[in-house]
């Protein structure tokens, strides 16, 4: 009998033996088979997260932002424990104790999911397996994918430790809002940093990992709210927080930035402008976009928060004075439908009008709900219900053309600001505006940096993201001109030099050629200082054949007006296109006395790990190594190696003769500055494009109006006229903050005085408003009288002094015969380039 015991519970402790054998041999075997092919665990030790690039000015002040996916990477030790215990607690109270996988909880899950025939499936991950499904593997729900999570969570809790485990999935996990990990998203739902959350906070943010979309703080609040306290109360009971701060804690609201409770961090940051998005544009092309948006750069811009604004008001003001003029209104050329109107506050809302408006006040998207006798009356979008009264009386549209009537229909979308008193500010009325069709690009930068201090590429990034500045190729004109001067100053001419002022006719394969001067007169022999202060198209183009338009245009390419210029004589004139922010970048290389000067919108870049990887400025200090031992009063030597890319006394002859152009010449009527200033005005055929570019000692700026689709401004459309007021405005701020002075004058000049009408040398002491005192090269004896035609025949009886203009004039061609010259020849418009 004991013997049949004995034996039958050998056979049973045998079967169980062999049974339990099979079962390791087939498990073993299962993740054997699984566990071959799974990816490298290995990368998660240098797992760099997609984190959000980020631009500051240079006080230091966030300015902008991008991202693929809204992250910032918070490393382990900067991460508070009450953020870890929260999440620890609502996701894997044993995070500490296992070993990347939790058998307890893998067979609880089992259970229900068997007890309910699959109606109650839930996850039995650790935070280490969802470590390595975030990461390595798919989000399915199937059992090969589980036991590949395991194999690997196992590996990885070898490789690493538990706080890298942590830190992987706080900066990877998605918590809504398009925020990744969990500093992004307290600071999206919160506006505050990791160490200021309280537990309640903690808790909030823990409870969002399950499924952020159910979970959320307005439409789901009172589910989050449960989830967030079943989180408090796990803290609890796993020994994190007091009975007492628990009960404090589960008694506090639900607040979030969503909610209301909160001001976004987004209000903080200025809208986007177009200095902000050309600085992406260009890091894009030079980092890849992907690396960009995700690479975590530091980038510290070149913007002066104070002039930035000062350049949208200069140009903003000129663009609406403008339109304004011309009597026509537009609108938004959006409304909302009848059946909207009783909801218009939610509809406006999600109109896509411009928003970043703020011209003498900020203008705000309105509707128009009634249109009575006298008045408009509006709805405004954040003045549903406030006072004063939103309506616009009749009197405020009388700049409008056409009938009162039929330039308005219930619902259309418009702009309105709010018209004060200048002396008080006290509310006058409500006013209607409207973005310009006319548009332009301003930019302005240091002449010796080339650091670009404000940029505004257009009326309103909302409204248009196309940036007019950077981005708009569009013909200079006579704001060219200086770069003909230029070559020829190098070439052996002065500023004393003559040169006709005739007509001139040449023979394109498009037609017969007359350029003619603004005035549609000609002036005869005449000194070249004289020719660039009234902008002589006839005297450029005979300068231009002179020289030669090879050497021209090796000095645009040289100045990086052009990549490769084309060798057409029109062209001395401005009708090839370029940027104005290539036009800018030239121009300082006048005002600092010929150095080459690289525009930038960027000081440095640095990635990730606080790594330099970009640096604009490359000059060298040489004792700034020694500073601590510099006597005091003894300033570092700071050497800069800056190529000299045209004669110091060239780049001052020029600038000289430009300022001519300032105190007597095409912008004088328009820029009036404490300071000297030297620039150019620019005006293609038809006024197309209209140009003024200048600087002072320390600053250039330039400006460019038109249309994007090229058209005519209007009769009496000049640079002068309208660009000329908006540098004016800016360079009135520019040179109260930066200062201005006398150009620097090189050791080589020697002064003579000539007549600017004439060319004349006169005695050392003339005097009178025609004497000018015009630098020559020290050694250079200069050679009075010669007068240049540029190789064009001119015939006996051709008038040099009389008004080529009337009926019109017959004069002797370069062939030898006869052609009436007069107001109607006015061939070119795009391609004959600029005027005045």
Known sequence: ???????????????????????????????WMYGRDLPSHESLAQYQPATISRIYSGEGQI???????????????????????????????????HDGYDLRGIGAAAYDAVRSRGQDVRGASTITQQVMKNFLLSGDRQAERKIKEIILAARVEEALSKEKILELYLNEIFLGQNSYGVAAASQTYFNKTLTELDPHEAAFLASLPKAPSDYHPVRRKDRLMNRRNFVLKEMMENGYLDEATYETEVAMPLRSVQNGDFESFKAELPPRDYFTDEIRRQLSEDFGEGEFFTGGYTVRATIDAE??????????????????????????????EADQLGEWEAALRSLPVARDIDLNGVWRPAVVLEIEDQQLRLGIEGWADGDPAPVVPRE???????????????GDVVHVRAMTGDSDGSFIRWTLRQVPRAQGGFVAMDVNTGRVIAMQGGFSYQNSVFNRATQAKRQPGSSFKPFVYAAALDSGYSPATIVVDAPIEINTPQGLWRPRNSSNKFYGPTPLRTGIERSRNLMTIRLAEEVGMDIVADYAERFGVYDNMNRFLAN???????????????????????????????????DRFGRTVYRHDQRECRDCTQLASLDPGFAPRVVSNREQIMDPVTAYQLTSMMKGVVDRGTASGTVKLPVPIAGKTGTTNDAKDVWFVGFSSDIVAGCYIGYDQPRSLGRGASGGGMCGPVFNIFMQEAIAKYGGGAFDVPDECMFIKI??????????????????????????????????????????????????????????????????????????????????
């Open 1 to 31: 009998m004991f013997r049949f015991i004995l034996s039958f519970f050998g056979g049973i402790f045998t079967t169980v033996t062999m049974g339990i054998a099979m079962v390791a041999l087939s498990v073993g075997a299962v993740f």
């Open 63 to 97: 300015i902008d932002e991008f991202a693929q996916e809204r992250r910032l990477f918070a490393p382990a030790d900067t991460i508070p424990d009450l953020v870890k215990q929260a999440f620890i607690s609502a996701e894997d109270k044993n995070f500490y104790t």
């Open 307 to 336: 002039m930035q604004p000062v350049a949208a008001y200069a140009l903003r003001r000129q663009l609406e004075t403008y339109d304004r003029g011309l009597g026509q209104w537009r609108g938004t050329g959006k409304s909302i």
């Open 396 to 410: 405020d549209i009388q700049w409008i053309a056409g009938n009162f009537f039929d330039n308005f229909e219930v």
């Open 572 to 606: 001395s004139l401005g009708s090839e296109e370029t940027t104005l922010y290539q036009m800018v970048s030239a121009y300082a290389m006048f005002a600092n006395g010929g150095e080459r000067v690289e525009p930038t919108l960027v000081d440095r870049v640095q």
């Open 755 to 836: 007549d600017r009408f004439t060319g004349a040398r006169l005695s050392n002491d003339a005097s009178g408003p025609n004497v000018v005192s015009e630098c020559f090269r020290d050694g250079f004896e200069p050679t009075f009288g010669i007068t240049f035609d540029g190789g064009f025949a001119m015939g006996a009886d051709l008038p040099l002094f009389e008004e080529a203009g009337g009926g019109g004039r017959e004069v002797t061609t370069s062939t030898g015969k006869k052609a009436v010259v007069g107001p109607k020849a006015n061939f070119g418009t795009l391609s004959s380039g600029g005027l005045y």
